[in-house]
């Protein structure tokens, strides 16, 4: 069982940054890939990005590129999702999940995980 708690959400201008961090209890994260979704309201849930266990493959949503990065430090448990240049559209819980063993980026995107966070609410003004 892995428990996964999500910070570092509050409310930014438009341009400005935040960076989300998602703290997984439990000694194997590192056999975790991870991923970051959100949900506006009204809004089905969206994927933003995801990471391998080692780091070595990462994937982001065509609307975060550039803007968004995702990392990983295995030794802390935590998964960071550094925001930049955020927008009034990027304002939204964001969620962490965790999926264990072989999978697929294709799976990590779609929101194939074995657990999920209770999620922390980012609000971008204009």
């Known amino acids: 069982q892995v428990q996964l708690v999500e910070s570092g959400g509050g409310l930014v201008q438009a341009g400005g940054s935040l960076r989300l961090s998602c703290a997984a209890s439990?000694?194997?994260?590192?056999?975790?890939?991870m991923g970051w979704f959100r949900q506006a309201p009204g809004k089905e849930r969206e994927f933003v990005a995801s990471?391998?266990?080692?780091?070595?493959?990462?994937h982001y949503a065509d609307s975060v590129k550039g803007r968004f990065t995702i990392s990983r430090g295995n030794a802390e448990n935590t998964v960071y999702l550094q925001m930049n240049s955020l927008k009034p559209e990027d304002t939204a819980v964001y969620y962490c999940a965790a999926k264990e063993g072989p999978t697929t980026a294709r799976a990590l995107a779609l929101g194939e995980y074995d657990y999920w966070g209770q999620g922390t609410q980012v609000t971008v003004s204009s």
């Open positions: 439990g000694r194997t994260f590192s056999r975790y890939s």
């Open positions: 990471i391998s266990w080692s780091g070595g493959i990462i």
